[in-house]
């Protein structure tokens, strides 16, 4: 089983809510990533991170922002949630090299009211 | 466009029985085929990993093959168990950038009944 842990589980809150999604590996894998997914759809990259101190966006466009300021510590904020962010995240973090598989967490399922 | 497409969408079978899962894409240039097993309300978990050069992989029950000419890739499930109920992800990488872009599928959503 891979180490990477999200907080909370499940989030229900109201609109306008500024709003932070944790995410922690203990691998020590350089990269990880956010993804959003939907029911019966596919995962989309909304946020990617090579290393500490570097964070990049995704192909799908979001709200939301990313830091990565240590190695372990991939935390997804939303400032001012809408109910369009009610989704399913998803953090994912891998090893360098092409082939390596990506660990993913258990999500987090996000409902704005 | 670099796509994935996975059928059938969802599949019902017995307990016992087996079946097949099919992937097909577009992607290119292609590095690796995966295949994710996501359990409701948990994350997706590897299964077996699928290279240009393979035909043919298996992991215990599972058994995946690649045909990269006719870019398809199926897994097969053999003698199912309550437990194989999940969605199975296809995901295709490109050797096209530093990250490896990942290209998702659907999924196929599999239910065993008893």
């Known amino acids: 089983e891979a180490d990477i842990y999200q907080t909370p589980r499940y989030l229900v809150i109201g609109t306008g809510k500024k709003i932070t999604l944790e995410c922690s590996q203990t691998?020590?894998?350089?990269?990880m990533y956010w993804y959003q997914q939907d029911p019966g759809m596919e995962l989309h990259l909304i946020h990617y991170?090579?290393?500490?101190?570097?964070?990049e966006k995704g192909d799908l466009s979001s709200e939301s922002t990313v830091s990565r300021i240590r190695t372990e510590h991939f935390p997804l904020t939303l400032e001012s949630a809408r109910p369009s962010h009610t989704s399913q995240y998803l953090c994912?973090?891998?090893?360098?090299?092409?082939?390596?598989?990506?660990?993913f967490g258990d999500g987090t399922r996000l409902s704005i009211l | 466009k670099n796509q994935v497409e996975q059928s059938p969408q969802s599949l019902i079978i017995l307990e016992g029985k087996n079946c097949t899962l099919q992937c097909n894409y577009t992607v290119s240039p292609f590095s690796n085929l995966r295949w994710y097993k996501q359990d409701t309300g948990r994350g997706p978990v590897s299964l077996t990993i699928?290279?240009?050069?393979?035909n043919t992989k298996s992991n215990g029950r599972y058994t995946a093959t690649l045909d990269a000419d006719t870019k398809q890739s199926s897994l097969h499930i053999t003698a199912s168990q309550l437990s194989d109920s999940a969605s199975y992800i296809c995901v295709v990488s490109d050797r096209g950038s530093t990250l490896g872009r990942l290209y998702f599928g659907r999924g196929t959503q599999l239910t065993v009944w008893p």
């Open positions: 991170s090579y290393g500490v101190n570097s964070t």
């Open positions: 691998m020590g894998h350089d990269k």
């Open positions: 699928m290279t240009f050069s393979e």
């Open positions: 994912a973090s891998s090893t360098q090299g092409a082939n390596q598989p990506q660990h």
